[in-house]
């Protein structure tokens, strides 16, 4: 595992914890691999019943690291195996998700919240899509989901528009579940997976399964966006838009 991405088991709950605060927990190759491998061998452990993804006190995820991108622009656009790994990973995993979100989610740290079962949000938690005017497309099936979960209008919003979402008008459009102070984040998604953990664990697969759907159909959605995003990445208008970022970091 990478030292950026730590796995621990607490009893049936695995905790997968995004840690490069430095960066606001923005994404690198080895850390998709890591949290790409710790769902994937969930499946492997009968005694692990849930699983919780959680990032830092400042920040959930701060999206890509926009370095990848540049570069994988650069490479022919291609997103790298170890993202759609990870992709597929969150589309393909029975074991229940419960999420713990303080600060910003922004990009696929927003979008990896449509495969949750259960979302703890702090109170001050923000979530942002910036893809459209990166000059890409959103991403992890999030344009299927999206609407599927908040209808046609908000999706809009937050993936085209770009419009970021609080806590309370996320938990409105149904992306979170439950809203937390933020030094009560953790401890309120622990107690949802411990809760998630002691039911009755094949009928709490079976049922989720029946509520989630086609698999299949994420799964090509997903592969479907990658290919898109490949053209974009390589558009005028994507290298426009990192070169603008980029300039402005300096």
């Known amino acids: ?8 088991d607490e009893g049936p709950v695995r905790v997968l914890r995004m840690n490069r605060p430095e960066k606001k927990n923005a994404l690198t190759l080895a850390m998709y691999d890591a949290m790409a491998g710790a769902i994937e061998s969930a499946a492997e452990h009968p005694a692990l019943l849930c699983l919780l993804i959680a990032g830092g006190p400042q ?3 701060a999206g890509n690291d926009i370095g990848d991108f540049v570069q994988m622009a650069s490479q022919g656009g291609a997103l790298g195996q170890p993202i759609m790994r990870f992709l597929h990973a969150l589309a393909r995993n ?14 696929v740290g927003t979008t990896m919240l449509m495969h949750c079962d259960h979302v703890v949000a702090a109170s001050d938690a923000r979530f942002s899509t910036p893809f459209v005017g990166l000059g890409l497309l959103p ?10 979960l ?12 770009g419009r970021p979402m609080d806590a309370e008008e996320a938990k409105a459009a149904g992306l979170v579940n ?14 949802a997976a411990r809760a998630i953990a002691a039911l009755p664990p094949q009928g709490v697969r079976t049922a989720r399964r029946l509520m989630r759907g086609s698999v299949e159909a994420v799964v090509a959605r997903i592969d479907q966006e990658a290919a898109l995003f490949k053209q974009r990445l390589q558009s005028g208008e994507a290298r426009a838009a990192f070169e603008a970022f980029l300039t402005r970091k300096r």
């Not at 029975?94 to 303080?102: D, G, K, L, S, T």
């Open 59 to 61: 920040a959930f995820c």
């Open 139 to 148: 991403e992890a099936a999030s344009s299927l989901l999206a609407p599927r």
């Open 1 to 8: 595992m990478s030292d950026l991405v730590t796995v621990t």
């Open 150 to 161: 908040m209808g046609h209008a908000r999706a809009f919003s937050l993936l085209v528009m």
């Open 94 to 107: 029975e074991v229940p998700m419960v999420a713990a979100v303080r600060g910003d989610a922004v990009g």
């Open 178 to 191: 439950t809203i937390a102070a933020p030094e009560a984040v953790d401890a309120e998604a622990m107690q």
